[in-house]
């Protein structure tokens, strides 16, 4: 008798089934649609209808040729063919969306009002929440988006236009504002940067008057975000300022260096809603759903209730719309038993989104919903399976390739914005993922149960404070670790190259030979590249008297007193740029920190300095303006247990090998163009014999001063750091008394200054200085080299003699 085969007990058959392709039939109609709007937000109109036009023939030229041969063979030619009539369909869609949009937002008569800069009152409806944005001229500074209901001009005629307007304002009655809240504000009117939808921005010079309140549901939600507020107000400061960010996005509360550290380790996108938080909640309704044993109706059910309410919570902005559109698709199809149905899904949903709001295209935000999502209905489940074939636990398989596909759709986009790519980023989110549900659905339930029961409230969030906590400290050692973010170029072309080389890698791993050829060259490459750069990594240069910090559109300079040990003049404006530049250097203690002005440019990254090392004394000038930079040094070196000290003209302050000399001011200025900037303290530092001139902010009438009452010969410099990042207000004189070998411009990438000045730039190259910036070079050191000096730029070999 033949039998079959018979299986020893326990055993079991894992059938290899080939995955079903991705059904990719919407995703050349989204991206059409996508990339079309994308475009014309920057065209404009005319350009975007020309190549609508020509699109539209040829597609309806394409869809005649395919239904004239519906029934005939060639199926694949016909579906590749209709592939391309979907990208043409998108096109014209797009098009035709963006221009009926951007018409109405280049309307004549608030263009005329918006160019001519005049004062405007202006009836407007909260789109947003009030956010804060940093500004180094304007502490406080709050940025709200909103929707034209009319404009009255400073003539008295009225304007009536459905057109989106920014105001900026620093009056704080502005915080208290509700999406949906409609208002009467006065301030004078401007033109926008230019590629979204904003017709005009609004520098609003008081608070506004409110009418009426906002709708029922904005209500709610702002009574459980306090409540939520209240909750977390005993708990330490930062895990209690992430947890409202974490649920709902709001990171009033969050710590300048946990914000930082999150940013450098690529966890920024917890701190605002998204698709995984709408996933979250969902997924969490859904599971008690299925342990209750509901069907899968009753289950999509309740999970559109959780939805709405979710939505309700963290307020139905846009980009919370967004992101609960984003979440909720792949969860819906698996509710409904038809997992393939979610890219399709997906595309749909694109689409709808970029053709009701084309403004959508150019958000970052949405790229990286839009991205995540399909990296993870895309790739993760493949590479799931694959861990899951290979003997790693299912769970273990889960949480590895969630993290690392969201990431990796994702890369582009992130380079395109910072210019780096970072290492630490899938570690660190693999690391986050256990806490992140957790915490979200604790703060979820203290937010919801606050109004009625603020104990249960406070208990719930002193739970969810403790995975937040481990979010904290994942992403303060992630920022801390050596070469973590590597440096990428930015922009369109940097993220297109990423985007190229992260399509071709993984076409190419296909093949098991190259997959086993990639994994070995990328851990040799790790594991050799980390030593050279944790015991040699070429910087600083041997033999530097000072660096200029690439902090952006602010200073910060380092003067070197002994190996880890440095005095720091000023801080630049964010606390991430001059830690990162410190770090770089190793430097471990800061003997002496010295602030030349209260500008926020200059005392903005103060927390950054004192971030895990010591700062024994920081050195101040004797205005005290801007009173809000002045408090947030005293803030910083109170934390710090660093002593305050102020300082005169005449002054000298030792420290090891740095010798600093007080130059200015002489005398307290007033009445000039601006007097902080010009009682900046002028410092002449002698490093190694080299003499360094640090003048601050120092503009014209200082200089002027300072030429009039040194003595001959005191204002001579071999460096110099240029004087208000290169502004036009300039002292000829005194640039002819310096007479500088080398001159350090520290500058932000595309201010709205004018900074650097050409016409500075091209006197000092006449009078023989070596002139480098930092928005162009990076970090700059000036060192000793032979008889001569020399300049290095990050990363790049020692420059010519100077």
Known sequence: MTGHPVRPPGSAVVAQVEPSPPDLRLAGLAVAAWLTALAGLHLGVRAILLVAGVVAAATAVGALHLLGRLGQPRAAVHRYGW?????????????????????????????????????????????????????????????????????????????????????????????????????????RLGLPRGGDLTAAVLSANGPPVPHGVSSWAQRAAGALRAGLQRACAPLPDEPGGLLPGLVVGDTSRLPPAVEEDFRATGMTHLNAVSGSNVAIVVGAVLLLARWARAGPWLAVGLCGLALVGFVILVRPSPSVVRAATMGAIGLAALAAGRPRAALPALAAAVTVLVLVDPELAGDPGFALSVLATGGLLLLAPRWRDGLRRRGVPAGLAEALAVPAAAQLACGPVVAGISGTVSLVAVPANLLAVPAIAPATVLGVLAAVVSPVWPAGAEFAAWLASWPAWWLVVIAKQGARLPA?????????????????????????????????????????????????????????????????????????????????????????????????????????????????????????GVAG??????????????????????????????????????????????????????????????????????????????????????????????????????????????????????????????????????????????????????????????????????????????????????????????????
């Open 83 to 187: 592939i391309a009539v979907a990208v043409g369909l998108g096109v014209v869609c797009g098009a035709a969306a963006t221009a009926a949009r951007l018409v109405v937002r280049d309307a004549p008569p608030i263009r005329a009002l918006a160019e001519q800069r005049v004062p405007v009152t202006a009836e407007l409806i909260v789109r947003d929440d009030p956010r804060p944005i940093r500004s180094a001229g304007r502490p406080g500074m709050l940025l709200v988006s909103t929707e034209l209901v009319q404009l009255t001009g400073p003539d008295g005629r009225r304007v009536r236009a459905p057109v989106r307007l920014l105001a900026l304002t620093t009056d704080p009655a502005w915080r208290g504002l509700l999406p949906g809240q409609r208002l009467t504000a006065e301030g």
């Open 609 to 802: 300095v004192f971030r895990g090392r010591r700062v024994v004394a920081v050195l101040t000038p004797p205005s005290t303006e801007p009173a809000s930079g002045r408090d947030l040094v005293r803030a910083a070196a109170a934390g710090g247990r660093a002593a305050m000290l102020t300082t005169v003209a005449g002054a000298r302050h030792p420290v090891g090998g740095v010798d600093l000399l007080v130059l200015g001011p002489p005398y307290p200025l007033t009445g000039t163009r601006s007097d902080p900037n010009n009682n900046s303290l002028v410092l002449l530092a002698t490093v190694a014999g080299v003499r360094i001139l640090l003048p601050g902010d120092a503009e014209t009438e200082e200089q002027h001063a300072l030429l009039t009452r040194a003595a001959p010969g005191q204002l001579r410099a071999d460096v110099v750091k240029v004087a208000h990042h290169g502004s036009a207000y300039q002292d000829p004189g005194f640039l002819d008394a310096v007479r500088p070998t080398i001159a350090l411009v520290p500058v932000g990438t595309g201010n709205t200054y004018g900074h650097p000045n050409p016409g500075l730039l091209a006197r000092l190259s006449r009078g023989g200085a070596r002139v480098l910036r930092t928005d162009t070079d990076g970090d700059l050191a000036a060192l000793r080299a032979g008889a001569g000096l020399a300049v290095v730029r990050r990363g790049v070999p020692p420059g010519r003699q100077s």
């Open 484 to 604: 973590g973010n590597l440096p990428w170029p930015g922009g369109v072309s940097g993220a297109l190259l990423l985007a190229a080389l992260t399509v071709a890698l993984l076409v190419a791993v296909r093949r098991p030979l190259i997959r086993r050829l990639v994994a070995v060259v990328g851990v040799a490459a790790l594991l050799g590249a980390l030593p050279v750069r944790l015991v040699a990594t070429g910087w600083p240069p041997p033999g530097w008297v000072v660096v200029a910090c690439a902090v952006g559109q602010g200073d910060a300079l380092v003067l070197p007193v002994d190996p880890g040990r440095a005095v720091v003049v000023d801080a630049g404006p964010e606390p991430g740029a001059v830690d990162g530049c410190l770090r770089r250097l190793g430097i471990r203690e800061v003997p002496l920190l010295v602030i030349s002005h209260f500008h926020a440019d200059h005392v903005g």
